[in-house]
Nanobody, 115 residues
Framework: QVQLVESGGGLVQPGGSLRLSCTAS????????IDWYRQAPGKQRDLVAT???????NYVDSVKGRFTISRDNARNTAYLQLNSLKPEDTAVYYC?????????WGPGTQVTVSS
């Protein structure tokens, strides 16, 4: 069993930056692939970025060059650095940890980009 907690969201102006954190309980964090998703009001939850347990990363086209996913297995934490934020990035951001048939979600953190 893994429990995830996201943090770091908030209100930021267009062009600004935030760093989201996803901290996991347990000692097996390093074996999980970590995904960041986001869900805007009235829309489906969409995958934003992925980091495998080996450190390989992948991004949806709309955030390439602006967002960076990383992980620190010693701290049981994954990060999502959000730069050059746009109003359309406004959403609740969720992290997901998955390994084989197991998948766990955090409660999410709100990111609002507005002037």
């Amino acid at each position: 069993q893994v429990q995830l907690v996201e943090s770091g969201g908030g209100l930021v102006q267009p062009g600004g930056s935030l760093r989201l954190s996803c901290t996991a309980s347990g000692s097996t964090f390093s074996m999980y692939t970590i995904d960041w998703y986001r869900q805007a009001p009235g829309k489906q939850r969409d995958l934003v970025a992925t980091i495998t347990r080996g450190g390989s990363t992948n991004y949806v086209d709309s955030v390439k060059g602006r967002f960076t996913i990383s992980r620190d297995n010693a701290r049981n934490t994954a990060y999502l650095q959000l730069n050059s934020l746009k109003p359309e990035d406004t959403a609740v951001y969720y992290c997901n940890a998955r390994f084989l048939a197991m998948t766990y979600w955090g409660p999410g953190t709100q990111v609002t980009v507005s002037s």
